[in-house]
């Protein structure tokens, strides 16, 4: 707690945080559209049955 601050991130640590945060961004982006899109769907598969 009184010790200072941390060292900063190597660059091969700030490179993998980055990937990660890229990923799950595309990932949620994803889960968004999948949302967004999931009541037409149910609806199309409604009228076809």
């Known amino acids: ?5 941390p060292p900063p991130p190597s660059k091969a640590e700030l490179e993998a945080q980055e990937a990660q945060a890229s ?3 595309r990932f949620t982006a994803g889960m968004c559209l999948l949302l ?11 009228k076809l049955v």
């Open 1 to 5: 707690m009184f010790a200072g601050q």
């Open 23 to 25: 990923q799950e961004i």
């Open 36 to 46: 967004y899109l999931s009541p037409f769907a149910i609806e199309y598969v409604r």
